[in-house]
């Protein structure tokens, strides 16, 4: 067996890296004005709600509607909202800010739509509520 001798040179003083790291308010992008609404908050906790029941983590609404402390017919009415065409959920999640007053949408004003099983009719409907088929 033979001994192998392997000589380097450290330096004495580590080398300073360069690196991309810059202040936290710098990597952070402004916080929009005003406060999420809502109706976008229950939407993607219907997501949240499906994902969880989807993968196990609970066993049903029931069991999501005991861990919230709400009635199984709340839950029943925030997932009635993944009952909407998607390009609507996907608009919903994306609101603008409130800035003051109250919220525009309601999840009342959901619960009639996300009946529809018509997309196309949800979508009219939708358009309807907010001034865009005008």
Not at 81 to 90: C, G, W
């Amino acid at each position: 067996m033979s001994t192998l001798i392997v000589e380097c040179t450290l330096a004495s003083k580590r080398p300073r890296a360069e690196t991309n790291i810059t202040p936290a308010q710098a990597q952070c992008p402004p916080v929009a004005a005003g406060r999420v609404p809502r109706i976008a908050r229950l939407m993607a906790l219907a997501l949240r709600f499906e994902e969880l029941v989807r993968s196990g983590a609970v066993r049903d609404y029931a069991e999501l509607a005991r861990l919230g402390q709400v009635s199984r017919a709340r839950v029943t009415q925030i997932m009635n909202l993944l009952h909407l065409a998607p390009d609507i959920q996907e608009e919903i999640l994306f609101l603008a800010p409130v800035l003051k007053g109250r919220d525009s949408i309601h999840l009342e004003d959901l619960q009639a739509l996300a009946a529809l099983l018509d997309w196309q009719s949800q979508r009219r409907r939708w358009n309807d509520m907010h001034g865009k088929g005008r």
